[in-house]
């Protein structure tokens, strides 16, 4: 499976931006999904699973409440609509994927897809 982010970008303190992520390779509905981030000097961290079905979610709590993660699994994509960004949510973005909906959850995944920029002005 091989995983695509985009989305990212400028923008100001209290905008919204949403990252998408596409699969190719092979159907990505049997796999559960996640997103995580990379802020400058800082290590990767968790932000958001969800099952492969997407009737599972489970966000970090610096996240939650804010940003909404969905899947179209007819269209093989994920998605993350991020609101009311703030300066600390400046980070490179990273999707990916893996069969076990736990490993999401752990961080131990198969599949990543590249990073895209996120970038939050205060």
């Known amino acids: 499976v091989q995983l695509q982010a985009s989305g990212g970008g400028l923008v100001q303190a209290g905008d919204s931006l949403r990252l998408s992520c596409a699969a190719s390779?092979?159907?990505?509905?049997?796999?559960?999904a996640g997103w995580f981030r990379q802020a400058p000097g800082k290590e990767r961290e968790f932000v958001v699973a969800?099952?492969?079905?997407?009737?599972?979610?489970y966000y970090a709590d610096s996240v939650k409440g804010r940003f909404t993660v969905s899947r179209d699994n007819a269209k093989n994509m994920v998605y993350l609509q991020m609101n009311s960004l703030k300066p600390e949510d400046t980070a490179v973005y990273y999707c990916?994927?893996?069969?076990?909906?736990?490993?999401?959850?752990?961080?131990?995944?198969?599949?990543w897809g590249q990073g895209t920029l996120v970038t939050v002005s205060s």
């Open positions: 390779g092979r159907p990505f509905s049997t796999y559960a």
């Open positions: 969800i099952s492969a079905g997407g009737g599972t979610t």
């Open positions: 990916a994927g893996d069969s076990s909906y736990y490993s999401v959850l752990r961080g131990i995944v198969y599949y």
